[in-house]
C-alpha cells in the first residue's frame, strides 16, 4: 500500500509538471481535430448544397408548369371571351335596342333591357355599346352611360368600324383588361350601328382565380410596375423591376431564391393577346429548412463522436514521441553544464522539439564561441572599415570629420572637388573651411555641433579655395567616445548653387512674365488715350513753339510760353513712355521658319519650366515659311510654355512642335473656322490638370484667369490670341480636366517669295522753308488742321486743307495744278487715311504721303503697306517734326526723277476722262 503510494505521488508530481500549452501534444491534437472538424464541416455544406440544387430544380420546374397552365387559363379566357363577342354582336336583343336607339335619336331602354339581362349570365367585367363616334351608350352594371370618351382614337375601335371583330388588350383609368371589340350591325345597313365592346380587367380578382386554380401566388406586372396580383401582398413586395426587364427583354425564364424567407421566385415573359406581360410565380420551399435542421443534428453526433476518437488518437501516439524526447534532452543539458558552468539555465520555454533544438543549438554555440570568437571579430572589424570607407570616398555628398579642436580625420573626394582643398593638404590639420575668411556662418554651426546640436539640411553659404560662393546644404551630427562626450564631429555637404542659381533665375524670370502680363492692360489704355490726347498735345506744344519763335525776348510773357511748351513736351513724353512701357510698338513682319524660333528659345525655355518638367521639341521637316514679327512668335511660346508649367505643379511632359498642315477643306471647331490652305503650325502640349469646357469658352478674355489672385493678370492667352490674329493666323486649343491642354497656332505659309524691306531711320538736317510747293493737309480734328496749316504756310507752302476724306478727294479732283504732298491723319470718320492716300494716288501717280496718327496702334495696323514715297509721323505733331519730315518726302520725290509736269498732266488726264 506504501508503495502503491508513492507511485501514484511520482505521477501525480509529473503531471503538475507537465504544461500543455508548451508540449508537442497540444498542437498535434489540436490539427488532427482541426482536420476532422474540416472535413465535417464541408461535409455540411456539400449536403447543404445538394439540398438547394435539388430543391432548386423542382421549384423551377414547377414554376415553368404553371407558367404553361396559367398561360392555357389565358388562352382560354381569350377564346371564351371572343366566342361571346361573336354570339353577342349578333344577338336579337342588343340589335334591336341598337336599332331602336337609332331610330328614336335617343331612346335606350330596350338596349339597356337587353344588356342587363345578358350581363349576369356572362361573368364578364366589361360590357359596353358604343356608337360609332366613340360615345359609350351605356354600359352594363353601371347606371350612367357615360358621355363621349376616346375610343374612337385607338387603332382597335377604327378597325372594328371597318367590319373587323379585334380581340386586344386595352388599359384604361380602372386597369388593364383582355377586351373584344366587335360591330353591330342594325336591319339593313351596310355599315355598322354601333360597337359592342366586352371583356374582363387583369386585376387582383383575375390573378387570385388563377393563383386558387395554379396553387401558387401569382403576379403580373409591365416591366416598371405591378397591375395585378393574388391575395398575398409579400409577392408584390418582392417583385424586383429590374428581373422584370432583363425577362421580357431577353424572353426567358428568370429564377430567384429569397435564402432569408425559403420562398422560390420565377419570372416569366406572358403574351396577352397582342401585349407583353411579367408573370411573378411565387412558391414556398420551407420543406428545405427542415431537412437541413434534421441534417444539422444528425452530422453533428456524428461528428462529435470522430473528434473525440481523432484526439484520443492523437493524444496517446503523441506521448510515444515525448518521452524519448525528454530523455535526448537530459542529455545535452549536461553537455551544455560542461561548458558552460553549472549556473547556465537552458529550462524549457516550448515544446518538447524546439526545446531541444534550442539546446542544442546552444551547445554548439557554446563550442564553436571558444574556438573562433576573436576571428569573427576581427573579420567583422575589418569589413565593416572597409565598407565605411569605400561609402565615403564613393559618396557624392562632401564628407568631413574633424575633432573638437579643428584637426581634420577624414577629407573625402567629393570635398577635394567641392571647396578646392587636397586630402594631403587637410587630413591631420587645421579644419581649412573654419579658418578660411567668409565662413563664418558654417564655423558658427560647427561649433553648435560640438556642443551636441544635430543639423540636417540646412542652407549655408561659404566659400572654397579660389575664393568663389559656395552654397551648401548642411546636415551634422556630434561623435562621442565611449564615456558619451562628445569628441569629433562629422559633417556631410551637398553642393547646390547651380540649383540655387537656377531657382533665382527662374523667379525672376516668372516675375519678368508676370509683370510684363500685368502691363499689358496699362498699355492698352495708354494707346486709347494717345489717339485724342496727342491731338490735343499737337496743338499744345505747336503753338507754343509757333509763339516762342514769335515772341521776342523782351515779352514778358515769353517765360508763360515757355512754360506752357515744357508742359506740353513732357505730357508727349509721358505718353511715349507708356507706349514703350507696354511694348505697343509697330510690328515689323518678316520672313521665318517657326522651328527656328524654337531651336533659339528651347535653351531658355528649359530653364524657364524647371526640371521636375519633361521638355522634348520635335521640329518637322523643311518648314514652310510664313512672314510674322519674330520677337512676336517668341512671345507667344513663352506664354505657353509658363501657362503649360503652370498647369503641371507636381511635374509632367511639355512638347513643342512643328509640321506643315495643308487643309483640303476648311475646318470648323466651336467657333473657330480655319479656312483651306496651307500652313505652318506650332503645337504647345502638355500633360497637366487640363481645362474644363466652362473655362475654355472664356480662355482668350482679356483679364480671365483661373490662378490665385496675384498668381496671373489674365493677359497671357489674350495676348497671343491678339498676335495670331494680327499676323493672319488661328489658334486652336483642345483640353479636357486631367487629359492635359494642346495649343495649335496655324500661321498661313508664303505662296511666294516676298521682298524684306528694312527701315532704316536716317537723320537729315534740311534748312530753309518750301518754294512754294502744294501740299493736301487732311484732318478730322479742326485744332490740328488750323495747326499744320499754319506750319506750312508760315513756311512758304500752298495749303489745300480738307476735314475728311470726301473733301480731300473733291478738293484734289478740281485743283489743276500739281499736288506735291498729301499729308492725311490715318483714323478719320467715313474714309480712312490709307484708303484715301491710295485713291489720290491713283490720280497723282507718284505722290509723296506722309500719315500722321497719336495711337500707335492703326501704324501697326497699317505701316507694313507703306512702300517707297511713305512716311509716318507720331503725334503730337510740333513744327519743327513735321516740317522736316515734309521736307524729306520732298527731297526723296525730287531725288526719284517724279516730276510735278508728269504728276500733273496724269491729273487733268483723268479730269478729261
Known sequence: MTRFMETMKDAWKKFRGFRVRNSIVFPIVLLLVSIGAGILLAGYQINKSVFRTVFEERERNKALDTHRMIESLVSQEVDRISGLSRILKSDTDIVYGLFHYNGTKGDIKPLKLAMNQLFPKMNLSLFVMADPNGKILYRAGKEKAGGPGKLEETHAFRKALKGEQVITMLSGPEGAGIVAIAPVYVFGKERPGGVLIIGNRVDDVF??????????????????????????????????????????AKRVPLFHIDEDAYRSYTYVPL?????????????????????????RVRMSQWGLAILAGIALIGAGLTFLIVRPLKNLYGKTLRTIHEYSGADFDAGPRENEISTLVRANDVMLDTIKNHIAERTRAEEAFHETSGTLHALIDASPLAVVVSDAAGIVRVWNPAAVRIFGWGESETIGRPNPLLSAEGNQELKATCNLVLLGEKFANTEICCRGRDGSEIILAFSGAPLLDAQGRVSSMVAIMADITETKKAEDALHRSEEQLRQSMKMEAVGKLAGGVAHDFNNLLSVITGYSELLLLRTDERNPALKEIEEIH????????????????????????????MDEVVENLAKMLRRLIGEDI???????????????????IEQILMNLCVNARDAMPAGGKLVVSTENLTMESPFVERELTIPPGRYATLRVADNGTGMS????????EPFFTTKKQGKGTGLGLATVYGIV???????????????????????????????????????????????????????????????????????????????????????SGRHDGTIDLLVTDLVMPGMNGIELAERVAAGRPGIPILYMSGYAEDARKHLGRMGKGRAFLQKPITPTSLSRKARELLADRAASGV??????????????R
Open 614 to 632: 519633361e521638355f522634348v521639341t520635335e521640329p518637322g521637316p523643311d518648314l514652310w515659311t510664313v512672314q510674322a514679327d519674330p520677337s512676336q
Open 566 to 593: 515744357k508742359a506740353g513736351e513732357r505730357a508727349a513724353a509721358l505718353t511715349h513712355q507708356l507706349l514703350a512701357f507696354s511694348r505697343r510698338q509697330v510690328l515689323k513682319p518678316k520672313l521665318l521658319r
Open 207 to 248: 390573378a387570385g382565380r388563377i393563383a386558387r386554380e395554379t396553387g401558387n401566388q401569382v403576379l403580373f406586372a409591365t416591366s416598371e410596375k405591378v397591375i395585378a396580383g393574388s391575395h398575398d401582398p409579400s409577392v408584390a413586395k418582392a417583385f424586383d423591376p429590374r428581373l422584370a426587364q432583363r425577362t421580357l
Open 693 to 700: 469646357n466652362e473655362v475654355l469658352y472664356r480662355i482668350f
Open 899 to 912: 516730276t510735278p509736269e508728269s504728276q500733273g498732266a496724269r491729273a487733268a488726264h483723268s479730269r478729261r
Open 725 to 811: 490674329k494680327q499676323s493672319g493666323g488661328y489658334i486652336r486649343v483642345a483640353s479636357a480636366p486631367g487629359k492635359g491642354t494642346t495649343f495649335t497656332i496655324y500661321l498661313p505659309a508664303v505662296e511666294r517669295a516676298v521682298q524684306e524691306t528694312v527701315e532704316e531711320t536716317r537723320e537729315k538736317t534740311l534748312e530753309g522753308t518750301g518754294g512754294g510747293e502744294t501740299i493736301l493737309l487732311v484732318e478730322d480734328e479742326d485744332m490740328v488742321r488750323e495747326l499744320a496749316a499754319e506750319i506750312f504756310r508760315g513756311n512758304g507752302y500752298t495749303v489745300l486743307d480738307a476735314p475728311n476724306g470726301a473733301s480731300a478727294l473733291e478738293i
Open 271 to 295: 403574351k396577352i393577346v397582342d401585349e407583353d406581360y411579367c408573370l411573378l410565380i411565387e412558391s414556398d420551399i420551407g420543406v428545405i429548412r427542415e431537412l437541413l435542421v434534421k441534417n
